[in-house]
T-cell receptor, first 114, second 110 residues
Framework: DSGVTQTPKHLITATGQRVTLRCSPR?????VYWYQQSLDQGLQFLIQ???????AKGNILERFSAQQFPDLHSELNLSSLELGDSALYFC?????????????FGSGTRLTVV | DQQVKQNSPSLSVQEGRISILNCDYT??????FLWYKKYPAEGPTFLIS?????DKNEDGRFTVFLNKSAKHLSLHIVPSQPGDSAVYFC?????????FGAGTRLTVKP
């Protein structure tokens, strides 16, 4: 158990639908990062929050959005889902804003869009 | 836009031998480099890192080498053990922008 909790572990939904992925960071970590891993792809950075504020944006589609709440948990919202959105979505956390000592990853949410 | 590349999708070595995993990057502004290990059904776990001001960092059986002029990073595992079998991701960061490679699947055969 890394201390980063992601729910749900698996999600199957239809095209056009909307889903919410949840992440609770490790205790004491202020930064939350979201990554997408598609088949045979590396981890693609989506977005980062630090203490409730958006800090950096990567290759995040306009159909996707995220937020970090006062208790520091984060949610990634994916809407108008397409088949190509099927992937593993990882959340990671770190104490610092810049995770130079490495991030702690959750075990991921596997999203399947049918 | 693949700023971090791991050109070998897989690597197989014999137990006890050296494993060398390679990574290339294109952005000369990256100032920190990391390796993560990932087992099936788990998230990646941080393994070892190196700052751009160094060329080598060692932690037990794991050593990371950085060649800035070649924009090349490598991870050496000596001796390799069957439990090291996993997918290894290299990552490079500039500030809070961390980019990952596609991963190399290492198999260590007993």
């Amino acid at each position: 158990d890394s201390g980063v909790t992601q729910t749900p572990k698996h999600l199957i939904t239809a095209t056009g639908q909307r889903v919410t992925l949840r992440c609770s960071p490790r205790s004491g970590d202020l930064s939350v990062y979201w990554y997408q891993q598609s088949l045979d792809q590396g981890l693609q950075f989506l977005i980062q929050y630090y203490n409730g504020e958006e800090r950096a944006k990567g290759n995040i589609l306009e159909r996707f959005s995220a937020q970090q709440f006062p208790d520091l948990h984060s949610e990634l919202n994916l809407s108008s889902l397409e088949l190509g959105d099927s992937a593993l979505y990882f959340c990671a956390s770190s104490v610092q804003e810049f995770g130079m000592s490495g991030y702690t990853f959750g075990s991921g949410t596997r999203l399947t869009v049918v | 836009d693949q700023q971090v590349k791991q050109n070998s999708p897989s690597l197989s070595v014999q137990e006890g031998r050296i494993s060398i995993l390679n990574c290339d990057y294109t952005n000369s502004m990256f100032d920190y480099f990391l390796w993560y290990k990932k087992y099936p059904a788990e998230g990646p776990t941080f393994l070892i890192s190196i700052s751009s001001i160094k060329d080598k960092n060692e932690d037990g059986r794991f050593t990371v080498f950085l060649n800035k002029s070649a924009k090349h990073l490598s991870l050496h595992i000596v001796p390799s053990q069957p439990g090291d079998s996993a997918v290894y991701f290299c990552a490079a960061s500039e500030g809070n922008d961390m980019r990952f490679g596609a991963g190399t699947r290492l198999t260590v055969k007993p």
